[in-house]
């Protein structure tokens, strides 16, 4: 009964300061909605960079690199320094690329719990051959089902489909490779491998991930062609890839699948370590601006409730005189700052999900990124049970201070003054 009581006294006190409760709230809302629409847009922002470089990246790469030997000759003894010629450096040894038993391994890991799926690959340098035009490339010779299912690379064709690289010697050529080369889907492109082994395949689509370094030199085809090409038996793997359901995980597990197995392995921590730099970064700026913005409406009612308690002494003397103790009376004037703050917290809600529809539908069109036509925007849930929270708290604050003020007026005073 007597929060009732409280309430409906908080709420008499709001109308009768109408303007300025409703100034109070329009802060609020107005820090609420730039707080969803930044943090929003932000986290687009993230997720298409992410999803151009972190979503093309196994959480966990096996495969066998170029490295010295691991076990160089014992410094030479200060003894034997002028009678013995020691050898100084033993160079790097080509232990091949392939993958020794890659379809048992692969069958393990298939069978893991914590791994989602596997993704055998061919990775090899060749010249790209049209004319007298011979340029260096990459070739990747993927398992074509499992790629698209781990890394959905069609997102990324945009001419042609990735189900066409089933055929015998075909292949996807990246679109700075095509531009240079004055290529088409349908054209036929001459592949020279590290052997010299000469081979002629058919374009049937062409991708572009927008990144130039990237769409300059790769191609895609077949496991089965790249082999080919390679003149390397069905069983010649050099690359590993897996996805993890915990990707956070993945610097551990490396660890453990290069013990295990004896492969060098990384993660995609460590492969893409200045993009998750930068995702944090953006991320990190645009909570800060939303906090700033929260604060500044903060102190906004604070002036107001401020202003209203002083201009509300008599009302609170008698408040008091009337039986209401000085927790009552902080309670009436916390209550009244939290209304501001729900009502303009919701609907902050609201505004910041309008404009985020309205960024969402703005047309963005560049040449490297032909499959975004709108700006990227992030309708996460989160954001807004962050915001309504943030907007409850910051106001409960701000409306403590001149609560506590209040609570300690003495009736006698104010009445002896009047």
Same mark, same amino acid.
């Given at each position: 009964?007597?929060?009732?009581?409280?309430?409906?006294?908080?709420?008499?006190?709001?109308?009768?300061?109408?303007?300025?409760?409703?100034?109070?709230?329009?802060?609020?809302?107005? &820090? *609420?909605?730039?707080?969803?629409?930044?943090?929003?847009?932000?986290?687009?922002?993230?997720?298409?960079?992410?999803? #151009?470089?972190?979503?093309?990246?196994?959480?966990?790469?096996?495969?066998?690199?170029?490295? @010295?030997? =691991?076990?160089?000759?014992?410094?030479? !003894?200060?003894?034997?320094?002028?009678?013995?010629?020691?050898?100084?450096?033993?160079?790097?040894?080509?232990?091949?690329?392939?993958?020794?038993?890659?379809?048992?391994? *692969?069958?393990?890991?298939?069978?893991? @719990?914590?791994?989602?799926?596997?993704?055998?690959?061919?990775?090899?340098?060749?010249?790209?051959?049209?004319? /007298?035009?011979?340029?260096? &490339?990459?070739?990747?010779?993927?398992?074509?089902?499992?790629? =698209?299912?781990?890394?959905?690379?069609?997102?990324?064709?945009?001419?042609?489909?990735?189900?066409?690289?089933?055929?015998?010697?075909?292949?996807?050529?990246?679109?700075?490779?095509?531009?240079?080369?004055?290529? %088409?889907?349908?054209?036929?492109?001459?592949?020279?491998?590290?052997? &010299?082994?000469?081979?002629?395949?058919?374009?049937?689509?062409?991708?572009?991930? &927008?990144?130039? =370094?990237?769409?300059?030199?790769? !191609?895609?085809?077949?496991?089965?062609?790249?082999?080919?090409?390679?003149?390397?038996? %069905?069983?010649?793997? /050099?690359?590993?890839? $897996?996805?993890?359901?915990?990707?956070?995980?993945?610097?551990? $597990?490396?660890? =453990?699948?290069?013990?295990?197995?004896?492969?060098?392995?990384?993660?995609?921590? /460590?492969?893409?370590?200045?993009?998750? %730099?930068?995702?944090?970064?953006?991320?990190?700026?645009?909570?800060?601006?939303?906090?700033?913005?929260?604060?500044?409406?903060?102190?906004?009612?604070?002036?107001?409730?401020?202003?209203?308690?002083?201009?509300?002494?008599?009302?609170?003397?008698?408040?008091?005189?009337?039986?209401?103790?000085?927790?009552? $009376?902080?309670? *009436?004037?916390?209550?009244?700052?939290?209304?501001?703050?729900?009502?303009?917290?919701?609907?902050? #809600?609201?505004?910041?999900?309008?404009? !985020?529809?309205?960024?969402?539908?703005?047309?963005?069109? /560049?040449?490297?990124?032909?499959?975004?036509?709108?700006?990227?925007?992030?309708?996460?849930?989160?954001?807004?049970?962050?915001?309504?929270?943030?907007?409850?708290?910051?106001?409960?604050?701000?409306?403590?201070?001149?609560?506590?003020?209040?609570?300690?007026?003495?009736? $006698?005073? *104010?009445?002896?003054?009047?």
């Amino acid at each position: 009964m007597k929060f009732k009581l409280i309430l409906n006294i908080a709420l008499h006190l709001l109308q009768a300061r109408l303007k300025q409760t409703v100034v109070a709230a329009i802060g609020v809302t107005f &820090g *609420i909605a730039m707080f969803i629409s930044l943090v929003s847009f932000m986290h687009g922002l993230n997720d298409l960079l992410d999803g #151009l470089m972190l979503n093309r990246t196994p959480h966990i790469l096996l495969y066998n690199k170029i490295k @010295p030997i =691991e076990d160089q000759p014992i410094s030479l !003894s200060a003894q034997y320094k002028d009678n013995i010629n020691f050898i100084n450096s033993i160079k790097p040894k080509d232990r091949g690329k392939s993958i020794y038993n890659c379809k048992n391994i *692969i069958n393990i890991l298939k069978h893991d @719990p914590r791994i989602i799926d596997v993704a055998p690959k061919i990775t090899t340098p060749v010249f790209f051959n049209s004319g /007298t035009i011979a340029i260096s &490339g990459v070739i990747n010779g993927i398992d074509v089902l499992s790629e =698209e299912k781990l890394f959905k690379i069609s997102d990324y064709i945009i001419e042609g489909k990735v189900s066409d690289l089933l055929q015998n010697n075909s292949i996807i050529i990246g679109k700075g490779l095509a531009d240079k080369m004055l290529l %088409t889907t349908g054209d036929i492109i001459k592949i020279t491998s590290s052997k &010299g082994s000469l081979e002629s395949l058919k374009i049937v689509g062409i991708s572009q991930i &927008g990144i130039s =370094e990237i769409d300059d030199v790769a !191609s895609y085809t077949s496991l089965a062609t790249a082999q080919k090409i390679l003149e390397e038996p %069905t069983n010649y793997i /050099t690359d590993i890839q $897996v996805k993890l359901f915990d990707m956070t995980s993945a610097p551990t $597990v490396a660890k =453990e699948f290069q013990s295990k197995f004896n492969l060098d392995t990384i993660d995609y921590q /460590t492969a893409n370590s200045q993009f998750e %730099t930068g995702s944090a970064v953006r991320s990190i700026i645009s909570y800060s601006v939303g906090i700033v913005l929260l604060i500044v409406a903060g102190f906004g009612i604070y002036n107001i409730m401020n202003m209203m308690i002083y201009e509300k002494m008599d009302s609170i003397a008698i408040l008091k005189a009337t039986g209401f103790s000085g927790n009552d $009376v902080k309670w *009436i004037f916390v209550s009244l700052s939290l209304i501001i703050g729900l009502v303009g917290g919701l609907f902050g #809600l609201l505004f910041g999900y309008i404009f !985020s529809s309205i960024i969402d539908i703005i047309p963005f069109s /560049t040449a490297a990124l032909p499959t975004v036509k709108t700006y990227p925007i992030n309708y996460d849930p989160m954001f807004y049970l962050i915001g309504i929270t943030f907007a409850l708290f910051t106001t409960a604050i701000a409306g403590l201070f001149p609560a506590l003020k209040a609570s300690k007026v003495d009736p $006698v005073e *104010i009445i002896r003054g009047k």
